[in-house]
């Protein structure tokens, strides 16, 4: 799987300023093999520039100017909420594999990349750009975990799900990323787009810094075809709010049409604003979705 990953690289549908050399072509005019433009010539500009050939023909001196290369800024942002710990693949599990991977492709590119998850654990992230650095980057996926899920009650459970007992919504999230002063570049968001505050006023955080925005919103089998029969207690993870009902046919046709509605309010919403939205069921294989599905989508190439 890496040697397939060593053959793509991350798409950019805007070209930003990056900080140093790299495969990305730049705003900015410096030296490489590319040709951009001529200007008129300057005191105190390289003589090497200049284009003797036009001279003899014009009997002017103009500069040949080349398009600069550098290094794309690629962000990995993976959504901790209690949400994010359920299903079987386990939705953070399949999350932590797609930031890994995108972030070997960057990586394998020349590109800085800083995979990190939303809310304060993301302020420890590594920014790497090396291949040599992947270990870094992998050693902090590992130690990224999910909030605690709450009981009705309002106290945490105690089981082994997380250390972690702050349940950071899409919006704080994002909104701690940005206040960080991170550079332009390509952002991708991996979450189940599960919130009930809503996922929309995030997504405007980042088109709001001139990112290049992807979300991968990853749904677990049992959340697209719930396997529920009979009576149930359904209780949110989040903040312990209960419902009891009766799972019948009626009751997972309606599901089915509350689901579909939302994905595709999420998908229209993501295309009036140029971001790109991708659906991933966990179940599908990670080499299938990086090779095929985003490769589709325009996500890679």
């Known amino acids: 799987m890496l040697q397939r990953l060593e053959r793509l690289e991350l798409v950019s549908r805007k070209i930003f300023r990056g900080r140093m050399k790299g495969e990305r072509i730049s705003r900015r005019k410096g030296q490489s093999v590319e040709f951009a433009d001529f200007r008129n010539y300057v005191p105190g500009d390289d003589l090497r520039l200049i284009d003797w050939n036009l001279y003899a023909r014009l009997d002017q001196l103009f500069l040949k100017l080349f398009q600069e290369e550098e290094d794309l800024h690629f962000y990995g942002l993976i959504d901790t909420s209690a949400s994010m710990n359920f299903g079987s693949p386990n939705k953070l599990r399949v999350a932590k594999q797609l930031a890994a991977a995108l972030g070997y492709i960057g990586l394998c590119r020349g590109d800085r990349v800083s995979v990190q ?28 975990q999910a909030a605690k899920p709450i009981n009705p009650d309002g106290a945490h459970t105690s089981g082994t799900i997380s250390s972690n007992p702050g349940n950071v919504s899409l919006h704080d999230g994002v909104k701690d990323f940005v206040t960080r002063g991170v550079s332009t570049g390509v952002v991708v968001l991996i979450t189940d787009l599960m919130d009930k505050a809503g996922y929309e006023s995030a997504l405007r955080m980042l088109i709001g810094r001139q990112m290049d925005v992807f979300v991968l919103q990853v749904l677990s089998q049992e959340e697209l075809d719930p396997p529920l029969r009979g009576d149930r207690r359904l209780i949110d993870v989040e903040d312990g709010d209960a419902a009891e009902i009766t799972v019948n046919q009626y009751v997972l046709d309606r599901y089915q049409e509350t689901l579909k509605a939302f994905l595709q309010q999420a998908r229209h919403y993501c295309a009036k604003r140029s971001i790109v939205h991708v659906l991933v069921p966990t179940d599908t294989p990670i080499e299938t979705v990086m090779t095929k599905y985003l490769r589709s989508r325009g996500i890679v190439r």
């Open 117 to 144: 998850a939303l809310g304060p654990a993301g302020r420890n992230a590594p920014v790497v750009r090396s291949r040599g650095s992947l270990w870094k980057m992998l050693k902090y996926l590992d130690s990224i």
